[in-house]
Nanobody, 112 residues
């Protein structure tokens, strides 16, 4: 059974930082590319970032490029998203995604 469990969200002021984690199980983690996506009320899922299985290839959506960094620890079956210089428009529920699977999400709220 595929399981994805996100954590690390919270309330942060504009300009602040957060690090999200996603612990995965039920598939060959080190062989699979993974993504982070986010969703705000009334909007669809927005893809943010992708990382290859080995971690040697990454890509980012324009709104987060230069501020967010995706990484992974294949020994721990864990995906990360380092978010810096956060903006109010980054407020959303964040999910890690593997194929059609995603976890329960972790809420990020950026507000002063």
């Amino acid at each position: 059974e595929v399981q994805l469990v996100e954590s690390g969200g919270g309330l942060v002021q504009p300009g602040g930082s957060l690090r999200l984690s996603c612990t995965c199980s039920g598939f060959m983690f080190s062989e699979k590319g993974l993504s982070w996506v986010r969703q705000t009320p009334g909007k669809g899922l927005e893809w943010i970032s992708y990382i290859s299985g080995r971690g040697d290839s990454t890509s980012y959506a324009d709104p987060v490029k230069g501020r967010f960094a995706i990484s992974r620890d294949n020994a721990r079956n864990t995906l990360y998203l380092q978010m810096n210089s956060l903006k109010t428009e980054d407020t959303a529920m964040y999910y890690c995604r593997y194929g059609n699977y995603r976890g329960q999400g972790t809420q990020v709220t950026v507000s002063s």
